[in-house]
């Protein structure tokens, strides 16, 4: 709308309690896209229509008691006042001269995101408008039988619209009202906002032609929970399905893996809605007349290379007892079923076959402690393997059995921290290889004893291990294994400090892991490759690969390293500068008492938490934090490396506390590693240990040579510390070249946000980078990270939303739009899009983008002003971008970013 016309049009407003409503106040709110033909205004006065540029005004008169829910926004920069959403449709309702045609005041109903008991209670103003919305509410499914208001009801009987004719209505008693027979031929669309997954399901059957014209036959309405509509809906699946084609039969059991997956139900078309497989679940004797379709079909898709036909086949084959099949399948495609995220079915089938007491082969018992594993189930995990162990003790010639059992005890152990046994367990499966001759089994020892050396803190004797291991599985061509042992060569270096180095062995690693569809050990090396970007100071690089980290882990229900992911993601946005996206990770990861399942993932997220108190400047909480999270590392016998990053803590904090560093030595982890030092001088993280102990002494008592040698050692290996603001004064102090190349260095990687971000916790850093920009020369001079500009091809990017913060340029494909660097349109987005697919609660973001705490009585109009300059910019470059506002009147309320496609963003 023209800004001129819509400023003329606000002036109609002329008593205060007079208010824009029905559709034009839904398009004012944004929750409809196009502009309507006229505008409505309530008023408690008598007034005539008016014509303003061509744009008519109808004027409805309500008395003062239902004048109510009014907002006052902004809109376009004119202020104006609007009916709420869901006064808005109660208008509709109640005066429906003015209000859409019938079929599209459902559609409305299906779509928004309302608040049905508000509604309801604002209805019970009118008669009328409670039976029209109550029954419109039950049509959608927006609300059950059980919830709708039939006892407020009077008989007296009321017309849904008063515009249709009369041969066309249909009496319906529930309701004393007549509707028009052609609103149940309207085909009703899930929503765009998340739905509860029982209103997306009747949105879906709704959708179904073929349901609503056999509702149309019966000239009946059918409501959610009503059990006269159940029954129906029963009785006409019933008779789909019986004449069904074969080929139509097929399609339908393509699906029946769909339950399994109910995360990805939203937003995904299917040729038959999910209703039928919830039917086909607990009515499948209905198809018993059919079983030799169905066995035909599992048989023939059970092994195909399709995994989705693989799984959806072996859950068929286990409703129909079919047990030659199922375990046919699960040792061939058990494990790459289980490494690619497909293994719902799998522990089900695993978990049915051990309830009926069926005699399991050894793989299925390795495989259901995986899934246990995965799920930080080890104690189940164990008792599975144990369980294994005992039935294969008592039988003949079973060294592969209990070789495989034994292994995989061994790494469930070393994941529990419980080293020794693991040992003995590795010892046990290695004279069980052995008697087999299975040069497999015996190199997938060597690599786990190699990954117990690492863990325990000899590195070099893991190192020896991972190449006689990899040595073997070259031997016998099994490229997935040495993936795998690259990828631990890789996390060797990692851990070692030596990012260079690991950085190259990761890619290799993850480039065969590809090929292998391992998406466990696969999103594993990426999370690892992820954390040596950060420590290189890679941010953008590295919280792109976490969030492809995320949704592989997310795929795969593999929830310790989601609980990882999610920290090391709400990490990442902190330093990005993008507080609330931070918030939305973090509010992901649960309390200790169940990240504790797995201690490895447990000691990581307590470790960032205290790096998230260092970097907003809470050094004494950080103190307090680091010492007892050393405490917790000794009592843990976490591996010497494993308690570095808590002995980092506590030296910065001392450093910046200028407390005594009496009681501690950067060295103390080490006294158990091998004598062999390569390993040792080379990490990156003892060698700024060394730094920071230097720089706590008394100035007289600092040896220049260690810090010398120690900033060498840390700059060999690509290492950037983002806390190096904090110590920086007193490298300028030193006056030494090695300092200064380190300043150097870390003020060109560091970007404008966290240089700004210290100016700010630290007293005194703006003198400080003066300081340090005599070290710098022209070439750079400009901070930021050379790695921000993205290489994509040209064919994705023409399928791709590109966004780049620096420069606040949106675009797709010939379209772009400027959202101005640094403003408050620019950092809303930047927090959504780093959030993605979260959402993020408004008092986070107002804290976040405005700097102060939310007010939910005066602050609410400039975030709507700002979302709708927001909204206006991006939907001018696509239109399918959609910012999703629910509860914007409350700190709590919520708020995320929508994407129609692929998209990419430079932070």
Not at 604 to 632: D, P, W, Y
Not at 677 to 683: K, L
Not at 687 to 715: G, H
Request: charged share 25%; hydrophobic share 40%; proline share 3%.
């Amino acid at each position: 709308m023209n800004d001129e016309i819509l400023k003329k049009i606000s002036t109609v407003l002329e008593q205060p309690d007079e208010y824009f409503s029905h559709t034009g106040a839904l398009f004012f709110l944004g929750y409809i896209n196009e502009q309507p033909d006229f505008f409505t205004v309530v008023s408690s006065r008598r007034r005539r229509s008016k014509v303003i540029d061509n744009t008519q005004i109808h004027f409805v008169f309500f008395p003062k008691t239902k004048i109510h829910h009014i907002n006052r926004i902004e809109y376009s920069g004119v202020q104006i006042s609007v009916s709420n959403l869901e006064k808005s449709l109660c208008d509709i309702f109640d005066y429906m001269e003015f209000s859409p045609v019938i079929e599209k005041i459902v559609e409305l109903v299906a779509k928004l995101p309302l608040n049905v008991n508000e509604l309801l209670n604002m209805a019970k103003f009118s008669d009328s408008a409670l039976k029209r919305i109550s029954f419109v509410l039950g049509l959608t499914g927006k609300i059950c039988s059980a919830d709708l208001p039939f006892d407020e009801m009077t008989r007296a009987p009321v017309f849904l619209c008063t515009r249709e004719k009369e041969s066309e209505q249909i009496w319906d008693k529930r309701f004393f009202l007549k509707y028009p027979l052609k609103i149940l031929s309207t085909g009703l669309s899930p929503a765009e906002t998340e739905l509860d997954s029982g209103l997306f399901e009747w949105l879906e059957l709704w959708s179904f032609e073929f349901f609503r014209q056999y509702f149309f036959d019966k000239k009946y309405c059918p409501i959610r929970g009503e059990p006269s509509s159940e029954n129906l809906i029963t009785e006409f699946t019933g008779e789909f399905i019986s004449h069904l084609t074969p080929e139509e039969l097929e399609t339908l059991l393509e699906s029946q893996i769909d339950l399994f997956y109910e995360k990805q139900l939203i937003q995904r078309k299917r040729v038959y809605p999910i209703f039928f497989n919830r039917f086909l679940q607990s009515n499948f004797h209905l198809l018993n007349h059919r079983k030799d379709e169905i066995i035909h079909f599992v048989r023939k898709n059970l092994f195909s290379n399709d995994l989705k036909r693989c799984e959806n086949s072996l859950y068929i084959a286990s409703v129909f007892k079919m047990e030659k099949e199922l375990l046919e399948c699960l040792n061939h495609r058990g494990y790459e079923l289980l490494n690619c995220g497909r293994d719902r079915i799998v522990k089900k089938v695993i978990e049915d076959l051990r309830k009926r007491q069926f005699d399991l082969p050894f793989l299925l018992y390795t495989i259901a402690a995986r899934i246990y594993a995965n799920q930080g189930r080890y104690d189940d995990a164990i008792t599975i393997l144990e369980e294994g162990k005992i039935k294969f003790e008592k039988l003949e010639d079973s060294w592969l059995a209990l070789g495989e059992i034994a292994y995989a005890s061994a790494n469930l152990y070393r994941m529990m921290l419980k080293f020794e046994t693991a040992f003995s367990q590795l010892f046990i499966a290695k004279e069980c290889f052995t008697q087999k001759n299975d040069i497999r089994g015996l190199g997938m020892v060597e690599s786990s004893i190699g990954s117990l050396y690492f863990v325990r803190g000899n590195p070099l004797e893991a190192r020896e291990h991972y190449l006689k291991s990899l040595t073997m599985m070259k031997k016998i061509g099994n490229r997935a294994a040495q993936a795998a042992i690259i990828g631990n060569l890789g996390i060797i270096e990692y851990d070692s400090g030596r990012y260079d180095r690991a950085n190259n062995l990761l890619l290799r690693a993850i480039s065969l892991q590809k090929s292998s569809k391992n998406n466990l050990s696969l999103s594993n090396l990426m999370l690892t490759r992820g954390k040596t970007l950060l420590q290189m100071g890679y941010l953008n690089r590295a919280f792109r690969l976490l969030k492809e980290t995320y949704r592989l882990k997310q795929e795969i229900s593999h929830l310790p390293g989601l609980h990882e992911t999610y920290a090391f993601l709400g990490w990442v946005c902190e330093l990005l500068g993008n507080k609330a996206a931070s918030v939305s990770w973090w509010n992901l990861v649960p309390d200790d008492t169940k990240v504790a399942n797995d201690p490895r993932v447990f000691y990581m997220v307590k470790t960032l938490r205290g790096f998230m108190k260092i970097f907003s400047g809470n050094l004494t909480e950080a103190q307090n934090h680091f010492e007892n999270l050393r405490k917790i590392s000794l009592e843990m016998d976490l591996p010497p490396l494993g308690t570095e990053a808590a002995i980092f803590g506590i030296l910065l904090n001392r450093v910046r506390l200028r407390n005594s560093f009496s009681d501690i030595s950067y060295d103390f982890p080490y006294k158990q590693l091998s004598k062999k030092t390569e390993y040792q001088t080379a990490c990156s993280q003892r060698a700024l240990n060394a730094i920071l102990t230097e720089l706590s002494k008394p100035s007289s008592e600092i040896d220049n040579l260690i810090v010398t040698n120690s900033i060498q050692q840390f700059l060999e290996n690509s290492a950037y510390d983002v806390f190096w603001g904090f110590y920086a004064e007193k490298l300028i102090f030193l006056n030494l070249e090695p300092a200064k190349k380190f300043l150097r260095i870390h003020f060109i990687k560091s970007s404008k946000y966290i240089l700004d971000h210290y100016k700010k916790v630290i007293p005194g850093f703006a003198k400080i980078l003066t300081g340090i920009s005599k070290y710098t020369t022209d070439e750079v001079a400009v901070q930021g990270q050379s790695n921000a500009d993205l290489q994509i091809s040209k064919e994705e990017k023409d399928n791709t939303i590109l966004f780049n913060c620096e420069t606040g340029k949106l675009s797709y494909r010939n379209y772009s739009q400027i959202i101005k660097p640094g403003s408050i349109p620019n950092r809303i987005f930047s927090n959504l899009i780093l959030a993605f697919p979260n959402s993020i609660e408004i008092g986070d973001l107002f804290q976040s983008v405005w700097g102060f705490e939310f007010d939910s009585e005066s602050d609410p109009p400039a975030v709507k002003s700002s979302l709708s300059r927001l909204r206006k910019i991006v939907a001018s470059v696509n239109n399918g971008i959609k910012i999703k506002v629910k509860g914007i009147s409350s700190s709590k309320g919520k708020i995320a970013v929508k994407f129609p496609c692929r998209w990419y963003a430079n932070m």
